[in-house]
């Protein structure tokens, strides 16, 4: 069993940066973060292995997102620049053992959520 506790949300204006935080109880093979917009399904934004530091991003975060993480800490980022109105969502950090799967159906452990809300 892997719990993960995300961290760093918050109410930001558009252009702004923001680096979201999700500290983790184990180690699986692949770490990720979704989102899921209001009224809308939770979609993929970036994923990596632990080991090997391989990623993974949605078009729609290309460039401006940035996953990474701190072996020592346990710990994953998202680092979030130019951010949009757009990204507006609630942001869950999961962990899995498929390789750097974009499917909710490949991650076994979820985090509690972290809301993202960017102002126009």
């Known amino acids: 069993q892997v719990q993960l506790v995300e961290s760093g949300g918050g109410l930001v204006q558009a252009g702004d940066s923001l680096r979201l935080s999700c500290a983790a109880s184990?180690?699986?093979?692949?770490v990720a973060w979704f989102r899921r917009a209001p009224g809308k399904e939770r979609d993929f934004v970036a994923a990596m292995t632990w080991s090997g530091g391989s990623t993974s991003y949605a078009d729609s975060v290309k460039g401006r997102f940035t996953i990474s993480r701190d072996n020592a800490k346990n710990t994953l980022y998202l680092q979030m620049n130019s951010l949009k109105p757009e990204d507006t969502a609630v942001y869950y950090c999961?962990?899995?053992?498929?390789?750097?799967?974009?499917?909710?159906?490949?991650?076994?452990?979820w985090g509690q959520g972290t809301q993202v809300t960017v102002s126009s």
């Open positions: 999961a962990a899995g053992s498929s390789w750097l799967g974009r499917a909710k159906s490949d991650y076994d452990y």
């Open positions: 184990g180690r699986t093979f692949t």
